[in-house]
């Protein structure tokens, strides 16, 4: 018979939280990007993740969200949506 794993250990803590466990090496990867490569391709990138972070809320239910949940589903949707179109539009804007 197998034992049952404490919900206490990192590893319950990263399978709870696995899109702030994704996203976080992201940003990581992101910022290194625009370290080497640009600020306003590090820009787009953040952009683009903050729209998958929003499409992800959109269609994960509360539990499976994670630390994504913040307040209710509308809420986080305008956020994150008014981020990433509102970065979009500045790292692709010219002489800013």
Do not use: E, Y
Not at 52 to 76: N, S
């Amino acid at each position: 018979m197998r034992a049952q794993s404490s919900p206490f250990t990192v590893a319950a803590a990263c399978r709870r939280q696995w899109v702030l466990v994704l996203s976080v090496p992201a940003v990581v990867a992101i910022a290194v990007v625009g370290t080497v490569v640009g600020a306003p391709l590090a820009g787009q990138l953040l952009a683009a993740l903050l729209a998958v972070l929003a499409l992800l809320r959109a269609v994960l239910p509360v539990h499976a969200a994670g630390a994504l949940a913040v307040r209710t589903r509308m809420i986080d949707l305008g956020v994150l949506a008014v981020l990433a179109i509102g970065l979009g539009v500045l790292s692709t804007s010219p002489n800013l």
